[in-house]
């Protein structure tokens, strides 16, 4: 068991993008508007986002969303509790669905993000690979203290 990210939309604590903001996939077919984006991008190094995302994933959330070409949509329901969608037509990986609170994220790269976001955190950091390191300085929790963290605020992974 390792992914996650377990928050909900609510843009809590962290401040906000003014603006909508839309991105893409690499063909196009898909585009997504998040509403009221969070200043921060959060990071999964599991094993889980390593195959999804090629390596780790940074991944962006905000209040709401819309999408355009959702027929271009993928879904792939990676354990009991996530789904992970994709463009149909490109395989770009386009989100992350936390099913027990409904919390989706989304792939930071398809976003024209303003500079000088933070990274939120770095999770399940026991399961990144040794041949890289994220230079910024950040919160680092290993896949058992974001398990513990969602088991308090009562979600169960069984
Ligand atoms: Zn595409
Ligand atoms: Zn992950």
């Known amino acids: 068991m390792s992914e996650m990210f377990g928050e909900e939309n609510a843009a809590a604590g962290v401040g906000v993008l003014d603006e909508p ?15 009221s984006m969070r200043r921060e991008v959060d990071v999964c190094h599991c094993e889980m986002c390593r195959r999804n995302y090629g390596s780790f994933a940074a991944m962006v959330a905000g209040a709401d969303f819309t999408i355009d070409g959702e027929d271009s949509v993928g879904t792939y329901k990676s354990s ?9 037509n490109c395989g770009s990986a386009l989100f992350y669905r936390f099913i027990p609170t409904n919390f989706y ?34 919160p680092m929790k290993t896949g058992a203290e974001i398990i513990a963290e969602a088991e308090a605020s009562g979600i169960s992974f069984e």
């Open 105 to 138: 994220s989304f792939a930071a790269g398809h976003f024209e993000l303003p500079e000088g976001l933070p990274i939120k955190q770095q999770i399940f950091v026991d399961e990144k690979p040794d041949w890289y390191d994220l230079a910024q300085k950040s």
């Open 80 to 88: 009991d509790w996530a789904e992970r969608c994709f463009c149909k």
């Open 21 to 35: 903001l839309t991105g893409k996939c690499l063909c196009g077919a898909v585009s997504i508007t998040v509403q």
